[in-house]
């Protein structure tokens, strides 16, 4: 009988250990990335049972961390950052190196572990980046990502990604900071960008036109064009993760880059697992005084998050909830520093223990984000109170008031109560049928983009939160005869339709309510309060959809095609 090849036994131990304990850790409502460190802890030789030794893994797990950095590439898309806006651009260009600075002034101090002259420096590039992996799942869940605060954090997350890959180009000369060696490296990483965005433009589209027409060539074809640039950085002094990195990025562009994505991420999950064992596997035994800078680290990135983010936003008058919500969002490490980490390992920048401490600083904030990002709107609720004592009341944009609209202009009929995407359909539909309704209708929401475009067109609007009975008597609610609440339950913060119905019906007894309910048992509850109607969007859609159907069974709906064209066409809402 054949002994099975050390290598075999050991990744296939890995991979069963690492899907065990990731199951456990979704179970547990856990990023599943911190079961595979545990996997690698467990079985490690530093603190676990010594079933696998690093060595064993190590290069085969590097092909998962090249991978992953191609992904992430990727998903930079070069075009959505220059037409990011100046809000995120303005954001995104100063967290980064304002969180690494506060980092190198500050970590000292907490007396984070480390002997090595680059210790700080990693903790503080470490500190400074966040988890995409975590954020865009959590803020998925919650329905989130289309909002101004996830917009602000999803665009923070892809410019922390262009920062990495600053600091990928410098990371290999640290030894010796020369500013000739600096620039040299800042150089190299320049023309090798430079190279792979010129083949973009010249070469790869005719290759990748040819080669999307066989699907197994557009996967091999993809990952040669991955390794080629991987290769030519690693000729160049540069690492191969910020070529595999740079290569994601030169073809992010592509009509392809979709389909790329959805035939590697397989590929990528296998390997990046065994990257994060291998990475489990190196963590020192934690020792109390480890543990404790962890925490300190922990709290660091958190503090950071909110002197980095929050002071931006609130200066560019975005408003306390769209400053202080980001900043939530983004409090964790990020697997790229766990990555950056790794990588400092291997270049002796840094030892195990700082590695260590990096990773339990992952673990904590990984955890506590969980529930940070899931219950944002309500810690900020918390917050908001001590923000205005402070003296950080709402600030608009220049030149508006917390309420625009004539002061002589008559009772405002309609109160649209919290605007989203159903509101801002309703107000298109209102006004193309009666112009004349705009002197009527007021809009009551928090959201500044919103209060922004509803004073461009001319429509009065009150700045404020819909879930606060204050906010709904200094609006003049009282002057509605209509009020309309579209947004369902899984929109509204701090509130519900029915609590929302049931303070609307005490503060103007006499007017019709409508509310707007996602299951139907909540539909039944809210004409039992009161409710003039109920606006089921579920039901509404869905008989327009049966009659297409009906016909389409039947014949080509040509018809109600150009008739949704030409409205689509025609369309200019609030929230497009």
Request: proline fraction near 5%; charged fraction near 15%.
């Amino acid at each position: 009988m054949h002994e099975t090849p050390v290598l075999l036994a050991q990744v296939g131990l890995a991979i069963v250990l690492a899907a065990t304990l990731a199951y456990i850790a979704k179970l547990l409502r856990q990023p599943v990335i911190l079961g595979y460190i545990a996997a690698g802890v467990l079985a490690g030789p530093a603190q676990g049972f010594g079933w696998l030794t690093p060595e064993a893994i190590e290069p085969i797990s590097q092909l998962g961390l090249i991978l992953l950095l191609f992904m992430i590439g990727l998903e930079i898309d070069l075009k959505k950052l220059r037409q990011a806006g100046a809000t995120v651009i303005t954001v995104g260009a100063l967290q980064f190196p304002l969180g690494v600075l506060l980092g190198l002034l500050l970590i000292p101090l907490l007396g984070l572990p480390g002997t090595g002259r680059f210790a700080t420096a990693y903790y503080a590039v470490a500190a400074a980046l966040s988890s995409t992996m975590i954020v865009v799942k959590l803020l998925y869940d919650k329905g989130e990502l289309d909002t101004l605060p996830g917009r602000v954090t999803l665009g923070t997350l892809v410019f922390q990604d262009v920062w990495a890959i600053l600091f990928l180009a410098l990371q290999p000369n640290l030894d010796d900071p020369r500013p000739v060696l600096l620039v040299m490296s800042i150089a190299k990483g320049a023309a090798l960008v430079g190279f792979a965005l010129m083949m973009s433009r010249l070469a790869l589209p005719v290759l990748f036109r040819f080669v999307a027409k066989v699907p197994e060539l557009l996967l091999i074809g993809s990952l040669a064009w991955c390794f080629l640039v991987a290769l030519l950085a690693q000729w160049l002094g540069l690492s191969l993760e910020m070529g595999a990195l740079i290569a994601g990025v030169a073809l992010s562009t592509f009509p392809y880059n979709l389909d790329v994505i959805a035939k590697i991420i397989s590929l990528r999950d296998f390997f990046i697992t065994l990257f994060f064992v291998a990475l489990g596997t190196k963590v020192a035994r934690p020792s109390t005084a480890m543990v404790g800078a962890a925490l300190l680290g922990a709290l660091f990135v958190l503090g950071s998050r909110i002197v980095t983010v929050s002071p931006i936003l609130y200066a560019l008058r975005r408003g306390n909830r769209a400053s202080a919500i980001p900043a939530l969002n983004l409090s964790q490490v990020s697997e790229f520093s766990l990555v950056i980490g790794a990588l400092g390992v291997g270049l002796g920048h840094i030892g195990s223990e700082e590695l260590g401490t990096i990773v339990y600083m992952m673990i904590i904030t990984a955890v506590g984000s969980t529930y940070l990002i899931q219950y944002n709107d309500q810690v900020f609720r918390a917050i908001n109170p001590w923000l205005e004592r402070f003296g950080l009341v709402e600030r608009l944009a220049s030149g508006q008031r917390a309420s625009s609209g004539s002061l002589e202009s008559p009772l405002r009929s309609l109160v649209l109560v919290g605007f989203w995407r159903h509101a801002s359909s309703l107000l298109f539909e209102l006004l193309s049928r009666d112009a004349a309704l705009a002197r009527l209708i007021r809009v009551i929401d928090f959201n500044p983009e919103v209060k922004d475009e509803l004073d461009r067109r001319g429509i009065t609007n009150s700045y404020g939160d819909v879930s606060h009975v204050a906010t709904l008597e200094h609006a003049h609610v009282d002057e509605g005869r209509v009020l309309v609440c579209t947004l369902p339950d899984s929109i509204l913060k701090g509130t519900t339709n029915l609590k929302l119905l049931r303070q609307l019906k005490a503060l103007v007894p006499g007017a019709r309510v409508i509310m707007t309910a996602e299951r139907l048992p909540a539909a039944v509850e809210l004409y039992r309060e009161g409710a003039a109607f109920v606006y089921v969007p579920r039901l509404t859609s869905v008989r327009e959809l049966a009659e297409i159907v009906i016909h389409a069974l039947d014949a080509d709906p040509v018809a109600a095609r150009e008739v949704a064209e030409r409205d689509l066409a025609a369309r200019s809402e609030v929230l497009p």
